[in-house]
């Protein structure tokens, strides 16, 4: 598939994805939702790629959803044709992880999009908003279920009822964003941390990656028994093996993702 609204590469074992429609400040178009979920399925299939970045430009990671591709859109339209729910959601069942590197605006579905990657390094100037209040709507893509979750209700929903954006070092200090790195210095510290993932054993860093996922889905006692039996499949793994014995003899571990 040739892709119009987006750029891919890759670093080593890492895969980049690049939103690219700058005129609309990467606003998240139809087109572009199925060149990202082809991109993914793509990174997935690869067994050399261990991780992917998720970026978009300096101005913007992303602006929101294609406004003036919904404004003509009808209840039927988006209820018939479940409008969001198919190529949308793809990031969040991808499997490896994926890292947001977020600078400029990351609004409405943009939030939304960096919310569903595994952790967001966020650039100095980056923004972060759910404004689709100001539009007579109300997130669509999980923003009113992952902000929550992430800042909890109180900030998300100012931010939800309000529109507000907030700024790098709030979105720091409420656990939306893990860290934030100077604008300059952003790809290059994603693509280390990238492939600092990427050199770990693959399937054991796609376990580690379920069971803290679901921490959202589940009780506190399911949650740490998954959590367990995980730990213990790990056992079964040829990596694990490595891992251990790599450290016992004080070498590097050559993983094999076994
Ligand atoms: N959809 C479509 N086009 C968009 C867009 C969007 N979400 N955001 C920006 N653009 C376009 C603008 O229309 C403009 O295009 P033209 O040059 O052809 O007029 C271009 O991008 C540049 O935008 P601005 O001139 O507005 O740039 P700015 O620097 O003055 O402002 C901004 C930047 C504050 C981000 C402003 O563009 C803005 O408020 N954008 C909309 C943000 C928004 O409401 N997002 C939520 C969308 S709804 C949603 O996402 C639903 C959901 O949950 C799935």
Request: glycine share 8%.
């Amino acid at each position: 598939m040739a892709y119009n609204n987006i750029v891919t590469d890759t670093k080593g074992a890492v895969g980049i994805i690049r939103l690219d429609r700058p005129k609309a400040l990467n606003a998240l178009c139809a087109e572009l939702f199925e060149e990202l979920a082809d991109a993914l399925d793509k990174f997935e299939a690869d067994e050399n790629i261990g991780a992917v970045v998720l970026t978009g430009s300096d101005k913007a990671f992303a602006a929101g959803a294609d406004i003036l591709e919904m404004q003509p859109k009808t209840y039927m339209d988006v209820y018939k044709s479940d409008f969001l729910s198919q190529n949308s959601e793809r990031l969040s069942t991808f499997r490896k992880p994926v890292i947001a590197a977020v600078a400029g605006y990351a609004l409405g579905g943009g939030c939304e999009l960096a919310m569903m990657c595994d952790f967001i390094l966020a650039a100095d100037n980056a923004q972060f908003g759910q404004p689709e209040i100001k539009l007579g709507t109300i997130p669509g893509l999980g923003g009113t279920q992952r902000l929550t979750r992430a800042v909890g209700k109180a900030k998300a929903m100012e931010m939800c009822l309000t529109g507000r954006m907030m700024g790098a070092e709030e979105a720091e200090s409420s656990g939306l964003v893990s860290r934030i790195v100077p604008l300059n210095d952003l790809m290059d510290e994603a693509i280390k941390v990238a492939g600092e993932i990427a050199d770990l054993s693959q399937p054991i860093v796609m376990m580690c990656k379920e069971s803290v996922n679901k921490a959202y889905e589940t009780t506190l006692r399911e949650g740490i028994m998954f959590e367990r039996r995980l730990f213990h499949s790990t056992f079964s793994t040829e990596d694990q093996k490595e891992g251990m014995s790599a450290f016992a003899e004080k070498r590097t571990p050559e993983f094999k993702n076994r």
